[in-house]
């Protein structure tokens, strides 16, 4: 003999709410957090990024080559002080 079991209605309504209080506060927090916010850019079609970011974004790339380029001078620049020194080191050529 199977014995159905009967749920309680007030047990029902105090899930949904408490799901109800969580979910939303959830959907709350993400709306209105950056993730959120270009999920309901890109949804709507809208550029996240304006021109003036966009163009600083760009010089950041040159960045690395700048940086790798600079550090080839400052030891090309290493290297002639020390032949100056050195030059300045040994007796004068007889």
């Known amino acids: ?11 029902i309504v105090g899930l949904v709410a408490v799901v109800m209080l969580f979910g939303g506060g959830t959907v709350f ?4 957090s950056p993730l959120g916010k270009a999920l ?14 966009a163009a600083k974004l760009e010089e ?3 960045l ?10 400052v030891d090309f620049l290493e290297r002639l002080v ?10 004068p050529v007889r």
């Open 64 to 73: 690395p080559e700048q940086l790798s380029e600079l550090g080839e001078r």
């Open 29 to 32: 927090l993400l709306a209105i």
């Open 1 to 11: 003999m199977q014995r159905c079991s009967q749920v309680n209605p007030d047990d």
């Open 60 to 62: 950041m790339q040159h």
């Open 40 to 53: 309901a850019a890109r949804i709507s079609g809208k550029k996240l990024v304006d021109d003036d970011l």
């Open 82 to 91: 020390a032949k100056q020194r050195e030059a300045e080191r040994l007796p």
